[in-house]
């Protein structure tokens, strides 16, 4: 059974930092692009980040760019999205995503096929 289970979530103050992590079973990690998503309260869901299955390419929503780079550890069966800069802006559910393979990487969430349940940040002080 495939699954993502998004971890990390939580409460922080304006221009403090979070890292989420996204850990994968049931399928080979290193097959497969994994997106980050969120959406915020009244919000439609909208494309954070993107990594690339190898980890060597990385794309960004304007507006978390210079602020959040994801990674990965495919031997841990990992995705991480380390968030630095955090305004209340970022509020929202995180959700981590997968493709089917061999898809790379896409900012639309209707490419994503797998999808984890969400983890709430909240950034208020």
């Known amino acids: 059974q495939l699954q993502l289970v998004e971890s990390g979530g939580g409460l922080v103050q304006p221009g403090g930092p979070l890292r989420l992590s996204c850990t994968v079973s049931?399928?080979?990690?290193?097959?497969?692009?994994i997106g980050w998503f969120r959406q915020a309260p009244g919000k439609d869901r909208e494309g954070v980040s993107c990594i690339s299955p190898s980890g060597l390419s990385t794309n960004y929503a304007k507006s978390v760019e210079g602020r959040f780079t994801s990674s990965r550890d495919n031997a841990k069966r990992t995705v991480y999205l380390q968030m630095n800069g955090l305004n209340p802006d970022d509020t929202a559910i995180y959700y981590c995503a997968a493709r089917r393979v061999p898809y790379l990487c896409s900012s639309s969430e209707t490419a994503f096929t797998y999808w984890g349940q969400g983890t709430q940040v909240t950034v208020s002080s």
């Open positions: 049931g399928f080979t990690l290193a097959n497969r692009a």
